[in-house]
């Protein structure tokens, strides 16, 4: 009994082992992705902590870990170290019937491997490429064994150093991806390459290797949860071929696209007889992307645009060494701006980065480097076009490949792609038409109005370029409302998703974006959001709602939205209300405070069509401060909250003054008048009616020189001079006003006995201009803080209005030039459409308020960042400002003008007036 015990089990454990040995086994020898790197033993040959060994965490960048030199792309002459690298491991003895390569995911530059002193193979060249080296015969079985790595950074072709490396970002050294030994049996199946269309037709080429004995190749397609879809379907082997294609036909697939990215895997299983003797599972999406040239880009027979922007493989400590988390994270920003897509600029990502835009519904231009002119030599550049496409030829979420960029591209090597892709996806040279489309870059806004008639799909895959504050999210509104809806509209690549900063470890940790070559991203280096983030989730948010239109009507209850989806009807997703009463209205309370809030499921209302959302609120929703409004897609993800005030700013002031009982005292004096209140003396220059002084009981505030008239018009720039003031008791508040001032029609001071001032003026401008209104003084090293209700967080320019919504803000101050720091939301800068301001600072808090709407204030001035070409920063005089218009701001490569026409100046036509209420102290 216990010897056929022993035997029973002994078959189990037989069988399992060969079940197991039928999949691909990977043993990592490395970390598997940047956040759980293994020590390798390591040297280099020049730099820091050069020629003496110790260890180094793989993955990574040597220069990250403190080895060698930085050096960015445009650097003339680059360090060429050399890293030497040693990995001891162990083998197991079931491995010993095994065929065993060796993985490289990726290696910066040229690398020779050695397994226990013996070469691998061919020195491999390219570094962002997966490559392989069959080391069965090298191998030690169930013993230990030395892997030996050497890599040199600076490599020996030419093409490929300047394909790579002679660019506009930062080029490293070293192991950055993982490396693991792959276990297979002795005959394979080595890959396989997929194209499952829409219409649930289904073919699949299986390459094998190694074939003797294998009869079969059999497909199983399953769901996501493992369930079979459809019957296996097979084909036998002849002749020991080494690629069989099989085809099935799967009814009613669920589809891939981004809005619904269904997944299915393929089962794939090599026998003899019924013996297995290999199985792989593939993911795969069942979609069919086509360019209709002159008609636009098709994605299962549906339209698509293409919302995204180009993306480096990069984080300021690892460098190109990245994780699957920082991947998801990346996933996850992407779509909280409500892209759709992005670009591999300027090589293939990790692998695990595509599972992810698979997983989650992002379209993907995957690129083979080429920086630009010359690209890589022909041998190379067919080597490297066949190491991407048999990697990542399944994934669904590539609707085109990149042949380098900007020049970058070898004309000898376009056919490659479609050798080892079923799918014959375009090829795209990123910068110029081809492929039916064309990718442009850069481009005016007049040179796009031509393009969106010239009857090309137009689809620049880099726009906007970022610099510091500007590019991105400024002038998009402009672009986008010209392409929306034209057919020829195949999308835009927004140049880039982040700030390229490295931590200098040789540098006390600075964070290094080159100067000016790297910090033009929509994120800082550590994905600190800008406000161009928020700019662009509003214009590319798939529910549209013209916010202006709805300001004007006031019609809550009826919104007329556009659904700017490809495939998803409203009725699938679901808006929430609030309606609301703003905290601090009156300076006391902290938060907001919910009236009333209700879900509304979507309309029907079908892609890419226009309809009416009705909230059915109460009549008496007007009572309410303001109304918010949050669509959720049918995964329950928030898209956009747009934020509407209801309550008038004349009726915010109006709960704020209170009548005067008695008037305040006023003094004449020879230059001044004073104005003594309860608690305030005031003092108005007779010369030109600014505010001189303000004391509240013993404090002095440093409030003063306002308001001076700013402008920067074209003519002769006027003084402020006036030729007659007067003084008189109103409604028992004393008022000041000047009369037939050079720069105001009106200029009038009401001075109430409780310590409110008025200030009501008037002027008249037919001019072009960059801003206009008035500012006063206030030293910036007093202010400690704001808080407002009006569009914020962030500040806003006058061609990157969108994405500020109006609510009660707050903000500690800071005043730093671009890319010395990136502790968003800025404090210093314009802001748009607010009700009150309160400033805390180190004399107190001083309040002010408007009646108006729409109207701009502005705090201080900041510094430009290094060289910021047409990012230059304009402010007007004085420190604080409240503005009638404000400036644009241009790109790297473009003026403010050129990119639509909001860039352009403000055309001031008539006479523009306003009323602002100032009070110091704490309000009762």
Not at 256 to 283: C, F, G, M
Request: aromatic share 14%.
């Amino acid at each position: 009994m216990i010897k056929k015990t022993f035997y029973f089990i002994a078959t189990l454990l037989y069988l399992y082992s060969n079940i197991f040995s039928q999949e691909t086994q990977l043993f990592y020898l490395s970390g598997k992705d940047a956040d759980s790197p293994i020590n390798w033993e390591f040297m280099v040959s020049k730099g820091r902590n050069s020629n003496s060994w110790s260890t180094i965490p793989v993955p990574s960048n040597w220069e990250l870990q403190g080895f060698g030199e930085f050096n960015y792309g445009h650097d003339k002459n680059k360090s060429d170290e050399i890293g030497f690298y040693k990995y001891n491991f162990y083998t197991k003895k079931s491995w010993e019937h095994s065929k065993i390569f060796i993985v490289f995911e990726g290696v910066m530059t040229d690398t020779e491997v050695k397994l226990n002193g013996k070469i691998c193979g061919p020195i491999h060249q390219g570094g962002f490429y997966r490559f392989e080296y069959d080391v069965t015969n090298l191998i030690k079985f169930d013993d230990k064994n030395l892997l030996e790595v050497k890599v040199k950074k600076v490599s020996e072709n030419e093409s490929i150093e300047i394909a790579e490396r002679k660019s506009d970002y930062w080029v490293f050294g070293g192991i950055f991806r993982p490396v693991y030994l792959k276990i297979l049996p002795k005959e394979f199946i080595e890959r396989t390459a997929i194209n499952a269309t829409h219409d649930g037709k289904f073919n699949i080429d299986v390459f094998l290797s190694k074939i003797s004995s294998a009869k079969n190749v059999r497909v199983q397609v399953v769901n996501i949860k493992g369930e079979k879809v459809g019957k296996a379907f097979e084909k036998e082997i002849y002749n020991s071929e080494n690629m069989v294609t099989l085809s099935s036909i799967i009814e009613n697939p669920k589809t891939w696209t981004a809005e619904t990215p269904n997944l299915y895997y393929a089962d794939i299983t090599l026998s003899k007889d019924k013996q297995i003797i290999h199985t792989v599972r593939e993911r795969f999406g069942f979609r069919t992307i086509e360019v209709r040239e002159g008609k636009g880009i098709y994605l299962n027979d549906k339209i698509i645009t293409l919302k995204g922007c180009d993306r480096h493989s990069f984080w300021p400590t690892t460098g190109r060494a990245i994780s699957r988390n920082k991947c998801y994270d990346d996933i996850m920003l992407l779509k909280e701006m409500n892209m759709n897509a992005v670009r591999m600029s300027h090589y293939p990502p990790d692998a695990y980065f595509l599972d992810l835009c698979d997983e989650y519904g992002i379209y993907v231009l995957d690129e083979v480097a080429g920086w630009q002119k010359p690209s890589y030599d022909t041998p190379t550049s067919k080597r490297l076009i066949k190491s991407t496409v048999t990697r990542d030829v399944n994934h669904p979420s590539i609707l085109f490949w990149d042949n380098g960029n900007e020049g970058g591209w070898n004309y000898e090597t376009d056919d490659e792609f479609s050798k080892y892709d079923p799918q014959k996806r375009r090829v795209l040279h990123p910068w110029e038409l081809f492929g039916g489309i064309d990718t442009d870059h850069y481009e005016s806004y007049e040179s796009v109005q031509q393009k969106m008639k010239s009857g090309n799909i137009f689809m620049p895959t880099e726009h906007l370029h970022g610099l510091y504050d500007g590019g991105l999210g400024a002038g998009l509104n402009d672009f986008w409302k010209l392409m929306w809806g034209n057919p020829l509209n195949g999308g835009m690549f927004l140049w880039v998703f982040a700030d390229e900063g490295v931590v200098r470890n040789d540098k006390n940790g600075f964070i290094d974006t080159d100067g000016n070559h790297a910090p033009d991203g929509i994120l800082g280096p550590f994905h600190e959001k800008e406000a161009s983030f928020y700019t662009i989730k509003e214009i590319w948010s798939p529910i549209y709602i013209e916010t202006e239109k709805v300001d004007q009507t006031k019609n809550f209850n009826e919104i007329e939205i556009e659904n700017r989806y490809d495939f998803t009807n409203l009725k699938e997703c679901k808006f929430k209300w609030q309606l609301v009463n703003y905290a601090d209205k009156k300076f006391h309370s902290s938060k907001n405070e919910i009236l009333a809030s209700g879900f509304v499921k979507g309309p029907n209302i079908e892609p890419r069509s226009n309809g009416k959302l009705n909230l059915n609120l109460s009549n008496n929703y007007e009572n309410a401060d303001a109304i918010f409004l949050t669509a959720y897609d049918y995964n329950n993800t928030e898209i956009y909250t747009w934020k509407w005030k209801i309550i008038s700013n004349k009726k915010i002031v109006d709960e704020f003054i209170q009548a005067s009982k008695t008037a305040p005292e006023l003094i004449e004096e020879k230059s001044e008048y004073e104005v003594i209140t309860e608690n305030f003396k005031f003092k108005i220059s007779k010369h030109n009616g600014q505010l001189v002084s303000v004391k509240n009981l013993d404090k002095e505030f440093s409030f003063n020189n306002g308001p001076q008239f700013v402008a920067d018009i074209t003519k002769e720039k006027k003084s402020n001079n006036y030729l007659q003031i007067k003084n008189y008791v109103s409604k028992n508040n004393q008022v000041i006003e000047v009369k037939n001032h050079t720069n105001f029609d009106q200029l009038k001071w009401t001075i109430y006995n409780s310590g409110w001032l008025q200030l009501d003026y008037s002027y008249t401008l037919n001019d072009s201009v960059n801003y206009v209104g008035v500012s006063f003084d206030y030293p910036e090293n007093k202010m400690l803080s704001m808080k407002w209700l009006g569009k914020g967080p962030y500040r806003v320019w006058k061609n990157r209005l969108k994405g500020q919504t109006i609510d009660v803000w707050e903000n500690n101050y800071k005043n730093f030039a671009p890319n010395t720091n990136w502790d968003y939301p800025e404090f210093v800068g314009y802001f748009a459409d607010f009700s009150w301001i309160k400033f805390d600072t180190e004399e107190g808090k001083i309040s002010v308020l408007t009646e108006d709407e729409n109207l701009f204030f502005r705090v201080y001035s900041q510094k430009d960042g290094e060289e910021p070409r047409h990012t230059k920063m304009i402010w007007p005089e004085g420190d604080i400002s409240f503005l009638h218009a404000i400036p644009p701001i241009g790109t790297k490569f473009h003026k403010a003008a050129d990119l639509g026409p909001s860039g352009h100046n403000t055309k001031m036509e008539g006479t523009y007036s306003a009323t602002l209420y100032f009070y110091f102290g704490e309000l009762n």
